[in-house]
């Protein structure tokens, strides 16, 4: 499974940006999909996830305001961002679970900067 993350960019804290993500190859083997984040010397964190049955889960400091989705016809994910913070400045990857355990795939990650 390929992956290629778009969307990301600069918006001024309380701004909005969406991302997007594309699965393209072995995409029947795509199962949970998710977003996660990588601040400057910060660790890799999860942001959100969806599964197939579109039960979600969210980093308790994006609740509220961050929104997963997917659309398994397209093999895309999405991330809606509203209510941006300076804190969620930070590199954002798409990833995927395959349906074959231990095989997971990263995109490229993109840039999202949010000024105060």
């Known amino acids: 499974v390929q992956l290629q993350a778009s969307g990301g960019g600069s918006v001024q804290a309380g701004g909005s940006l969406r991302l997007s993500c594309a699965a393209s190859g072995s995409s029947w ?10 601040a400057p010397g910060n660790q ?11 039960s979600t889960k969210y980093a308790d400091s ?19 961002m509203n209510g941006l913070k300076p ?5 954002y990857y798409c990833h995927v679970d395959s349906v074959v355990v231990g095989l997971d795939y ?6 999202v900067t949010v000024s105060s």
Do not use: C, H, P
């Open 44 to 54: 890799r964190e999860l942001v959100a996830s969806i599964l197939r049955s579109g």
């Open 29 to 38: 083997s795509i199962n949970v999909m998710g977003w996660y984040r990588q």
């Open 87 to 91: 804190e969620d400045t930070a590199v």
């Open 106 to 111: 990263w995109g490229q990650g993109t840039l």
């Open 62 to 80: 994006v609740k509220g305001r961050f929104t997963i989705s997917r659309d398994d016809a397209k093999n895309m994910v999405y991330l809606q």
